[in-house]
C-alpha cells in the first residue's frame, strides 16, 4: 500500500481499508458495506469522510473510546488520516468485542416436584433464542449478543432438596457467545462457553465452542456434579444445537436412583432453569439481528 504522509493517495489505498473495514463491519455485523472507487479514480473528501466516520463507529462499538480518527471535508487537499491505519486493523483484530450491551429479556421454567422412592428421575429444560433468519441469528452473536442460562432452587421438604438447592447454586450460571476466539464484551473476557460464578468443579465446559462451532447435532457443553457422597452421581448439563433459525439448549438435571432403600431422592417443586437474550448495543451499529424471541419449557 502506498498509503504514507507526503504519497499521492490512490484508489487502491482507500479500497484497501474499505475491505478491511468491510470484512467485519458488513460480512460480519450486516452493516451497510462501505463503497469502493474504481480504479484510478479519484478519493474524495466525502468518500474519506466516510470511511473514518464508520471506522470509529466500528472501533467505539468495540471498544467504548474514540479512536480520533479525523475526516475531511469537501474543498480541503486530503492528507494523512492520523489513526485510520491503526484503528482499522484494531476493528479487524477485535471484530467479536462489544462495549455495551442492549436490553435484556428472558423467561424461565420452574419445575414441579419430581421423584419417587429411590428410584432415578430426569429434568429436561427445553430453551431457544429464536431468530427471522439464520443471517439475523449470526450478526446477533458475531456484533457481541450473549446468551446466558441460570439455574437455581431453594425449596424444601424432601430428603434431596439440600442437595439440588447447593448444586444450582453451585453451577449459578453459564454464558454462551459467538465463537472460541477470546473476546471482551462490556469488560468480561469470554471464549465460546464459560461459567460465572457458583463454586464447584466442572466436569465439562466448552470454552471451545460457540455458535459458530454449532451444528445440528446436540453437543454437551455444560455439566457439573455434585461432589459429595452419596449423590455424587447427580449433575446439571447443557446441550446446545442449531434449529432452523435458532439456538436451541436443553438443561438436564439428572438424579440417579439411590442404593439404599431408606434414601428417598425425590425433590420439592421449584427448579429454575432461566434463558436470557442480551443483544448487542445500537449507538454506534444497526440492528441487523431483529427482536430474537425466548421460548422455554420443562418437562
Request: glycine residues 10%.
Amino acid at each position: 500500500m502506498t498509503y504514507s504522509s507526503a504519497g499521492l493517495i490512490q484508489a487502491t489505498d482507500y479500497n484497501g481499508f474499505v475491505s478491511t473495514l468491510n470484512s467485519v463491519w458488513n460480512s460480519l455485523w450486516g452493516q451497510s458495506a462501505v463503497g469502493t472507487v474504481s480504479a484510478g479514480g479519484t478519493v474524495t473528501a466525502t468518500q474519506w469522510a466516510t470511511l473514518a466516520s464508520t471506522i470509529t463507529n466500528a472501533y467505539i462499538h468495540e471498544s467504548g473510546s474514540n479512536p480520533s480518527v479525523s475526516s475531511p471535508s469537501a474543498g480541503q487537499t486530503i492528507g494523512i488520516i492520523t489513526n485510520l491505519s491503526t484503528a482499522v486493523s484494531y476493528v479487524q483484530t477485535n471484530a467479536y468485542n462489544s462495549y455495551a450491551f442492549g436490553t435484556q429479556l428472558n423467561t424461565s421454567s420452574t419445575a414441579g416436584a419430581t421423584g419417587s422412592a429411590n428410584n432415578a428421575w430426569q429434568l429436561v429444560w427445553t430453551q431457544s433464542i429464536n431468530f427471522a433468519s439464520g443471517a439475523a441469528r449470526s450478526y446477533y452473536f458475531n456484533c457481541g449478543g450473549v446468551v446466558f442460562l441460570t439455574f437455581s432452587k431453594s425449596s424444601t421438604g424432601q430428603t434431596n432438596d439440600p442437595t439440588w438447592n447447593a448444586l444450582a447454586a453451585a453451577c449459578n450460571q453459564i454464558s454462551f457467545t459467538s465463537t472460541s476466539t477470546s473476546k471482551t464484551i462490556v469488560g468480561v473476557v469470554y471464549q465460546g462457553t464459560n461459567k460465572q460464578g457458583g463454586s464447584g468443579v466442572t466436569t465439562v465446559l466448552r470454552t471451545d465452542i460457540g455458535y459458530a462451532q454449532l451444528t445440528g447435532s446436540p453437543v454437551t457443553i455444560f455439566q457439573q456434579y455434585y461432589p459429595t457422597y452419596p449423590y455424587t452421581g447427580s449433575y446439571i448439563a447443557v446441550n446446545a444445537s442449531l434449529s432452523g433459525n435458532n439456538v436451541l439448549f436443553q438443561t438436564y438435571w439428572y438424579q440417579p436412583a439411590s442404593g439404599y432403600a431408606f434414601e428417598a431422592v425425590n425433590i420439592s417443586a421449584g427448579g429454575v432453569t432461566t434463558i436470557y437474550n442480551t443483544p448487542p448495543e445500537t449507538t454506534y451499529i444497526s440492528n441487523t439481528w431483529g427482536t430474537p424471541s425466548l421460548s422455554s419449557s420443562v418437562a
